[in-house]
């Protein structure tokens, strides 16, 4: 598959698209890459009790004017970076038509806390069904701290470039492939990089009767750990000059990553996208950790092929 050299960003006008699109834009200019930046919106229909149950169909011009203004001030905002930005309003569902465009770029970046308006879906919904869909690497940006969003009235904070990247390592062909795209991103940025893989060995012990009354929590750790070494140093083949941290440690995945990232800039977590609009979402742990982590959250899916992976 051929990609553009291009980061792909959904704007609604929102503060939390707005944050979204300068971590895009930060991404953009360290990799050397382009931006694109879409405002999406579809016309709503609605029953007229006035009109004996007919349906009645607003008008475009109004919403498209807005979504022009939105992109206006979003091309404003990334101007002067010294990174190409093409910004088009597209006519269609928020998430339909970033699944759509996430064919043919490196990465679709969106915000958790959309207003909705001109896309007829709030960007809080898209951002948890595009990762699931993409064909790319989606990587969500929260407008939080401690776990709680910022209120509107707090000035959007700067983007912090990526100094510490932790990546979620279960052994599932999703959490290796999202571990190339960390050890690329940790290449480019000059990152520390993390590999953890949770084991919640404490909860399994007491919930799960048929296991052994006496399981060597350590051993387990160490057993996990060197799984992890040899998954690793798999992926570090073709990047000798990247260090990578690993850790085996007694939790599940999704309470660990959203720990780590209270400290980290950029979460990486793979997961079994499944497809079909109406079943599906992410896994629990992706799931959960882009409802609760205060740092950025790339999730890379089976729909991201390997080939992808290409670092500046």
């Known amino acids: 598959m051929t990609r553009d050299d291009v980061v792909l960003v959904g704007v609604d006008g929102s503060s939390a698209s707005l944050h979204a699109l300068d971590w895009a834009g930060a991404q953009a200019a360290t990799h050397g890459w382009g931006l694109r930046v879409v405002c999406s919106y579809s016309l709503p229909s609605f029953t007229a009790a006035s009109l004996d149950g007919g ?10 004017q807005g979504a022009r203004a939105v992109l206006a001030e979003a091309t404003a905002r990334v101007s002067g970076r010294g990174v190409p930005v ?23 970046v969106v915000g958790t806390r959309g207003r909705g308006g001109f896309a007829d879906r709030l960007l809080g919904t898209v951002s948890s069904a595009l990762p699931a869909h993409a064909y790319c690497p989606t990587v969500v940006v929260p407008l939080r701290q401690g776990g709680k969003p910022l209120p509107d009235d707090v000035p ?20 290796e492939y999202a571990l190339r795209y960390a050890i690329a991103e940790a290449e480019v940025w000059g990152a520390e990089l993390t590999a953890v893989a949770g084991v919640p060995v404490g909860a399994m012990t007491g919930v799960l009767s048929w296991l052994p009354a006496a399981v060597d929590r350590e051993q387990v750790l160490r057993d996990v750990t060197e799984g992890l070494h040899v998954v690793v140093d798999r992926a570090l083949a073709d ?3 990247v260090t990578v941290k690993r850790h085996a440690l007694d939790g599940t995945g999704a309470e660990l990553l959203t720990e780590f990232s209270v400290a980290t800039d950029l979460i990486v977590v793979g997961s079994r996208g499944r497809g079909g609009f109406a079943g599906l979402l992410l896994g629990s742990t992706s799931q959960a950790v882009l409802h609760h982590a205060d740092c950025p959250v790339m999730v890379v899916t089976n729909r991201c092929a390997p080939d992808a992976v290409v670092a500046s």
Not at 55 to 64: G, M, N, R, V, W
């Open 55 to 64: 349906y009645a169909a607003l008008d475009d011009s109004t919403i498209q």
């Open 86 to 108: 093409a910004a088009n309003v597209v006519t269609g569902d928020a998430t339909s038509v970033l699944i759509e465009m996430s064919h043919t770029v490196r990465a679709v």
């Open 156 to 175: 959007i904070p700067p983007v912090r470039p990526l100094r510490r990247i932790v990546v979620g390592v279960d052994g599932s062909p999703a959490a």
């Open 239 to 241: 990047h000798p000059g």
